[in-house]
């Protein structure tokens, strides 16, 4: 199983969205500063997830939200109502 995930920080409310196959683990990774680009933003906590059965799935959505701007605001719009987070 393969996970497309999008993070908010406590820090500033910015997000990132990755892909993992272990999410927990990916997670406390980014939260040890092992992500040179959100050090500054730890904490980081899950808002979202969704699961694929293929890397390549997963990687194609990853992708989809990180270069289409439509996709990732509705996207944002339904798992943040109250607030624009793009």
């Given at each position: 199983m393969f996970f497309v995930y999008v993070l908010v920080s406590k820090v500033d409310?910015?997000?990132y969205v990755g892909?993992?196959?272990?999410?927990?683990?990916?997670?406390?990774?980014?939260n040890a500063g092992e992500t040179k680009s959100l050090r500054s933003k730890i904490p980081l906590v899950?808002?979202?997830y969704e699961a694929y059965r293929t890397?390549?799935?997963?990687?194609a959505r990853e992708q989809e939200l990180k270069k289409n701007r439509s996709?990732?605001?509705r996207l944002f719009n339904r798992i943040f109502p109250n607030?624009?987070?793009v």
């Open positions: 409310l910015s997000t892909f993992t196959s272990d999410l927990e683990a990916r997670l406390k990774r980014h899950i808002a979202y890397q390549e799935m997963a990687i996709a990732k605001e607030g624009p987070f």
